[in-house]
Nanobody
Framework: QVQLVESGGGLVQPGDSLRLSCAAS????????IGWFRQAPGKEREGVSC????????VYADSVKGRFTISRDNAKNTGYLQMNSLKPEDTAVYYC?????????????????????WGQGTQVTVSS
């Protein structure tokens, strides 16, 4: 059974950092690219980043470029999202998702249905 579990969310102040983890079980991450999405209250789920399993290339939404770093450790079957210089507008539930092969051509603008596997989400709240 494919299972993804996110962790690492929490309540932080503006300017702080968090590292989210996405642990996979029931299969190996080697064949999948990992995407991170977020959904703020009253807003649609939006793509944040993706890391390709093909060549390790990464893409980021403009809103997080330079502050967030996506990575993966296939030996641990885990993906990560390092979030620095957090802002109140980063407040959302963060989800990891998997897609077979490369990241979508549309990058972080890809539709959520392109990712067949999803975690349950972890809350990130940035507030002073």
């Amino acid at each position: 059974q494919v299972q993804l579990v996110e962790s690492g969310g929490g309540l932080v102040q503006p300017g702080d950092s968090l590292r989210l983890s996405c642990a996979a079980s029931g299969f190996t991450l080697d064949d999948y690219s990992i995407g991170w999405f977020r959904q703020a209250p009253g807003k649609e789920r939006e793509g944040v980043s993706c890391i390709s399993t093909i060549d390790g290339s990464t893409v980021y939404a403009d809103s997080v470029k330079g502050r967030f770093t996506i990575s993966r450790d296939n030996a641990k079957n885990t993906g990560y999202l390092q979030m620095n210089s957090l802002k109140p507008e980063d407040t959302a539930v963060y989800y990891c998702a998997l897609i077979w092969g490369a990241c979508p051509v549309a990058g972080t603008s890809a539709a959520v249905y392109e990712y067949p596997y999803w975690g349950q989400g972890t809350q990130v709240t940035v507030s002073s």
